[in-house]
């Protein structure tokens, strides 16, 4: 409870408490796969996003429900806030932030605390770097570099994130790679929101830092932005 609130007293107490929202999106995903490692490997997924940017910096929020075939749930979100202390624009790094972040899933919630950046790469809407000390609920705490990208590629988007979590004296290091290539078929159905149709592939190594649990992963993806 301590650490929940110092991350909500990070941002309500930030110098631009008053937020102005400059953009902001919510959006809501599907996913069907066959080859989740750790539990059934049989699973649909529904997530909620959002995303938004503000004055004081931005804020990504998401939540997995899982439901696998044999009747096994499980509820998972993560919440990453990130609040702007520097807006040096340089040519290839842009701002500098203060990044706390919590992972909440059934029985245990992980906060991250750690610095970010935006770099400037030449056709990306975005990419972020984060570094991260991890204080985990239920093992040794480690530390965390997390990438997240966004990319038109011609008629398709590519976009996902890449997180590599640090050994353990009870867990191994951890590479999850999750990236979604996907199309917007809005346009073609008359629609005003993006409605897209593509493919969301896994590679984890070491799935929560289990030696040799490699998951390997696709999943048929269909995306609602409102």
Known sequence: ??????????????????????????????????????????????????????????????MDRLESDNDDTETYAEWAPRLKISSAQLSFIQNLYLAPSAEIGDGFTHYLFGLSTDINISHFD???????????????????????????????????????????????????????LKYNVAPHLGLSSKLYLGVEYVYWQNKFGIDGVDEKNANLLIKYHF
């Not at 996913?31 to 490997?41: A, M, R």
């Not at 008629?155 to 290091?173: C, I, R």
């Open 126 to 180: 975005f990419f972020k770097v984060s570094v991260f000390a991890r204080n985990n609920d239920n093992s040794n705490n480690n530390e965390q570099l997390t990438l997240s990208w966004g990319v038109p590629v011609g008629p398709l988007y590519y976009d996902g994130f890449m997180d590599y979590t640090t050994s353990t004296a009870n867990a191994e290091s951890s590479m999850n790679l999750t990236s979604q």
């Open 1 to 62: 409870m301590i650490k929940l609130s110092l991350i909500l007293g990070l941002i309500c107490f930030s110098p631009n408490m008053l937020a102005k929202t400059i953009w902001s999106d919510f959006s809501i995903t599907y996913l069907k796969g066959s080859h989740y490692e750790v539990g059934d490997p049989d699973r649909q997924v529904i997530t909620f996003e959002h995303a938004a940017a503000t004055n004081w910096g931005d804020s990504f929020f998401f």
